[in-house]
């Protein structure tokens, strides 16, 4: 008998079941193990022994959790104790999938859970147990280093650019002075923000400024560009990222909002766009302002999912069976772009040390000069991550969706 | 030579742009009038002369236009002053409607537009002008009397319950106590809130609680009910209308933030879902709680439109040019259900008299005894108007839109 587990942790994506549904498909057809079980809430789960065999899905099953948007196994935040300090938690699971018989334990997450899987992979080599461990990757935030993008990004772009451009002309409507500001996701990147690039009407984006946490941002500066549009066109269109910072290093949304940290001690953010809002009024620089923060829909949004990530989401799960096979160790699977036009990307294999606590930023060279705007290569990398439109089942003219808590109760 | 005028007026929609092409298709079929005008955002551009002949359209441009959300034509909240005070506006409109040998003007808005074209019909009457006015009706609101829906709800509840749907999913992936919060548009009238009991998995509506201005809002009982499911469920989800508003008459929404007035004396909202969040943290019934506002994305969100209120919308432009062929005068066209299973609605006009400043609202019997969700009334209302995927062309991966700003331009 030899089996293995998946598991999710982290935010969700619109993709992430994408690929778990990847590795339940593949192991269907070359039936490597006997059982893919799913552990339930992430590792939190696995530990206490919260299984699901997901090897009994039906066809149809596997086809609606692959268009089901956010976390079907559910996910958690747990963070296992350093190994260097406490290694209790890292036997308990060990005996755990000696006990269900797991040979790999599959982890699709983030950067955190890609640290997760470097951890457990050396101390199981250390501890010479025959057991492994791989990453799939999914981060809205696009952050994860060496890869070309992760899953899950290409869907928030296309929600966000679908966001922008549609409230562009909401806020075009009335000949008044006014600005619109859209809030985006991204706490030390801004590929997220970026993708307004791909908000386009007649090939020309139709955002005015794009702020990211790679550049500093100067108050001052934004002030003067918004007066100085305004006094040209009727409505200003501003893009930025929930991160941005002011050269003390400061997060512009601190200047707001409190402030308290997630569990991995990072500062969770927001309100960037209502401190803005608030700053240009206050100035005189305008009175009508409206802040948009797009919140936890650009990580859910599979109404409006792109359909080339949902299938690259897809084929990660079956590489990652397949590298499995092979008996690869604390690697992830990810996506290398060998051609831009015509678009292909292919799987490869990179170590978790290699991904775990990196960060990837926006490249210098795609911000211009005053660092409110970003030339054509941040388009070019994107626009062919946002093509097609989601295949999934309606009911009742929405899109169907099920999870493993509808199966189970 | 005959010419028809068509603007807009308040509020964008996603589908008010496919009433107008109705207008435009519907005369280049039958050449009633020589020219359909467009008047740039709304009366305040007639006023102007601010003209665009929309028969020069392409068939690709008309094609195009009905699938650009917001006005294309531009809007605006201009209020003619009152007939009994001043004719001056009226006296001025109607020469310049005169000069330009527009025997019928088309308003396509909500409740005050449609006070506007009676107004207008009136008094081109006791003049004895021979000019006619003719309203078609658009609101996301869905809160006009005697018709069976307005076009642009449709589209609007189908975004509402989709972002409720994946939402739902996205806060249910943490074994955690959290309260997911969503707030739509709606000042008088729950019908927005109402589409809530679209979003459904195995045909259960997901949401916990929905609050309408139909019903007083105590503010003790939903804490105890929030308070209570957290009890036997992880997460509960709230729907909120942001018009909602105590034993005392007062808006929730004004508890918590600054209001002012527009320009017809409404209260401008927002806020609500802060505020409960606020009042949930602060009374310890939960710490983790996200409140979303949907803001002006459920009026424009053209991805995710309903494709028959597109062309209800786009059937009641065709239907207003032939009424006006056969002479009608200060009426608006309005869809009647002739039948739910299988879905039917046909057109009809009615007075604009009757429309003007009349509110209808959620009925009584749909809501339940507690005020906090509806019964199945409400999803098989809502349910046959939130079908069918938008056919729009895709553009770099994205609705293509055109305005009549990229064609003056």
Redesign the interface.
Known sequence: MRNCIIA?SGG?TSVINSSVMGVVAKNNKIKYYDNVFAGL?GI?GILQEKFFNLSNLTNEQIETIKY?????L????YKLKDVTKCTEEYDLLFDIMDKHNIETFFYAGGNDSMDTVNKLSKYAELKNRNLKFFGIPKTIDNDLPIMDHTPGYGSAA?FI???I???Y???????KKNVFIVETMGRDTGWLAASAT??????KCVVDYIYLPESIFNEEQFLNNVKKKLETQDSVFVVVSEGIRNAEGTFISELNAESKKDTFGHVQLGGVGAYLKHILIEKGIVSKV?S??I???Q??????A?QRDIDEAFSLGEAALDYSSYGENGMLVALKRTSSFPYFCEPIIIHTSKIANQIKYVPTDWINTESNHLNDSAFEYI?PL????PNFV??????K???L??LIS
Chains 1, 2 share one sequence.
């Open positions: 999710q969700p809430n939190e089901t948007p956010a976390a079907a559910g996910s958690c935040r296309k650019a679908s966001t451009l549609e409230n002309l909401d806020t075009n409507v009335y000949s791909a908000a386009r009407i007649n090939n409206r948009l923060e919140s936890t829909s990580r859910c949004a599979m109404h409006c792109s626009s946002i093509q097609g439109q309606l009911e009742n003219g929405l899109p969706f099920l999870t808590r509808e």
